[in-house]
């Protein structure tokens, strides 16, 4: 699923404003199997319930108690598998997300998973909605050209498994 979620048109609704966007950059989270996953070894605590929803519901987390990072869950509700908005490249509501991050470059609204929800409004109301009715929505786009692989980042535990995806033309040096 983060694979495919390269080149997928993204839209928020989240408060009457409107902002689109095409998904970038993705990270896959094996779940209950992977080190580096909220869902390692099946915990569960108040924070992570929505990482254990239904696939397709949103998984909304605070980032070291500062950034929001929304997820969409891609296993059986028991797998705790997901997929982290790591980058969104915003194809309008440029005002409404000006306004979002102010004093922030246009090229740089949406380029890490904390600034592509504050970007679109994302915040932890969003958890554990199933993202079909809810206000921020997934549609697909116009497939990536080409597809880069790479270790995850950010992270401290299996930080060698290859599961982050960028399209091809923003494939870091």
């Known amino acids: 699923m983060a694979r495919v979620l390269i080149g997928a048109e993204i839209e928020s609704a989240v408060g009457g404003v409107l902002v689109r966007g095409r998904v970038v950059e993705t990270e896959a989270y094996l779940g209950v199997d992977d080190p580096a996953s909220h869902a390692f070894r099946g915990r569960r605590h108040a924070g992570n319930q929505g990482i ?5 519901s949103w998984y909304v987390y605070r980032s070291y108690g500062i950034h929001w990072c929304a997820n969409l869950v891609a296993g059986g509700a028991s797998s705790g598998a997901a997929v982290l908005l790591r980058a969104v490249e915003i194809r309008s509501g440029l005002d409404a997300v000006a306004g979002r991050r102010p004093g922030v470059v246009p090229a740089r609204y949406s380029d890490g998973p904390g600034k592509l929800c504050q970007a679109l409004g994302v915040d932890r109301t969003l958890d554990g909605a199933r993202m079909v009715d809810s206000a921020v929505r997934l549609a697909p786009g116009t497939p990536a050209e080409a ?9 401290s535990k299996a930080v060698d498994w290859p599961l982050r995806f960028l399209e091809g033309k ?4």
């Open 52 to 56: 254990y929803s239904p696939p397709g």
């Open 147 to 155: 597809i880069v692989v790479t270790p995850r980042i950010g992270i």
């Open 170 to 173: 923003r494939a870091p040096p």
